[in-house]
């Protein structure tokens, strides 16, 4: 069910973005000052930096662009060819200067609410692999599957600043295909992979080593410094807690939960600072650790072969048992219970029905 319209008003995004459907506007001739007063947006232009708009102009601009969309490939094809890598602003720009994929995914992830506060975005380390999981926290109805493939595909759009090419990536969507799957994948580097459990652009961990094209160290860190400055600012976003839950994921990573003290230290302030401040924002460094923790085990469970007991290791818990008890508080159910629920099969989408209907294969090419 689409978020009513107060909640969308609540979100803001840069102004930008408006840009790639202008861009498609000028190509089918249409009246850019008409789009906009379709769109409710009032605002002298050219846009400058500071203009934002909000989630109904979002939803309505998005909305546009799929009912203009050229005839024949899946709509997500045309949108990205008119959409730069810097209509991300600063946080592109940190992208484009980043010394490595590494670091220009880093960079990504860490600003990303700044930009786009309807999703969440995370990385996930799963063996050799790097999965940037893409959440959505806010529904935008008709629009979300199109919207949601923007968001999961937006990171592609480094791959062309890279000295080398990106073998093996692969992405996953929940929804099903708006179009030929083999026309997404003529688009975009990778195998598409619909009904998915995630949405997640998926790549190998090898890749984080490839150097850009022009890195610079000097634009890197300005633009880092602007979007630090833009990060501290917002009053929607609790500056603390997210800190914190980017340190425990880390840790994760490593192997490696820091301690109270380690994370305290490590964000310049005492432990008896750090837990004031968590609480005047809501929550506590056991409740975040508990979160990234189970967030973390149940990414594991559902896209490897881990034993549970492995699972529990690596996700930070004493043994499976402790692991089991934590889980299932947080989840509902137990960690074997969720990992049988995902493996049952799935009831048949409408695409898959339709395509059954005529014989025809709704994803070809992920059925080979």
């Not at 995370?122 to 959505?136: A, C, F, K, S, W």
Request: proline residues 8%; charged residues 20%; hydrophobic residues 45%.
């Amino acid at each position: 069910m689409s978020a009513p319209d107060r909640v969308l008003r609540s979100l803001t995004f840069p102004i930008q973005y408006l840009e790639i459907g202008e861009a498609l506007a000028r190509e089918l001739g249409q009246d850019i000052d008409r789009l906009y007063r379709e769109w409710g947006i009032d605002l002298p232009r050219p846009f400058m930096p500071w203009h934002t708009m909000d989630g109904v102009h979002m939803k309505r601009s998005l909305a546009h662009f799929l009912a203009s969309a050229p005839y024949g490939p899946p709509p997500i094809v045309a949108f990205m060819a008119h959409f730069p890598l810097t209509v991300h602003g600063p946080v592109g720009m940190l992208a484009i200067t980043s010394a490595n994929l590494g670091e220009a995914l880093q960079g990504a992830i860490r600003y990303a609410p700044l930009v786009m506060p309807a999703f969440s975005l995370r990385r996930e380390d799963v063996g050799d692999e790097v999965h940037l999981i893409v959440e959505p926290l806010v529904d935008f109805g008709d629009v979300q599957d199109f919207f949601t493939e923007t968001v999961v595909l937006a990171p592609t759009k480094v791959l062309p600043f890279l000295k080398e090419p990106v073998l093996g990536a692969s992405v996953h969507l929940r929804h099903a295909p708006l179009g030929d799957v083999r026309q997404y994948e003529a688009a975009f580097p990778g195998r598409f992979h619909f009904g998915a459990r995630h949405n997640k652009l998926v790549l190998p961990r090898s890749a984080l080593a490839i150097p850009l094209i022009a890195p610079s160290k000097a634009s890197h860190l300005m633009m880092k410094a602007t979007l630090e400055q833009q990060r501290r600012s917002r009053l929607d976003v609790r500056p603390v807690t997210r800190e914190v839950k980017e340190r425990l994921r880390a840790g994760l990573l490593r192997r490696q939960v820091p301690s109270a003290e380690e994370v305290a230290h490590g964000m310049a302030l005492s432990a008896r600072t750090l837990s004031r401040r968590l609480q005047d924002e809501g929550t506590t460094l056991p409740q975040l650790r508990a979160e990234v923790c189970i967030e973390y085990a149940q990414m594991l469970l559902l896209e490897t072969g881990k034993t549970i007991a492995q699972i529990a290791e690596a996700a930070g818990f004493s043994d499976a048992t402790a692991f089991s008890r934590a889980f299932k508080r947080a989840r509902g159910l137990t960690p074997s219970a969720l990992r049988e629920r995902q493996s049952a099969p799935a009831p048949a989408t409408a695409a898959a029905a339709a395509a059954a209907a005529d014989g025809s294969d709704p994803n070809p090419i992920a059925s080979t």
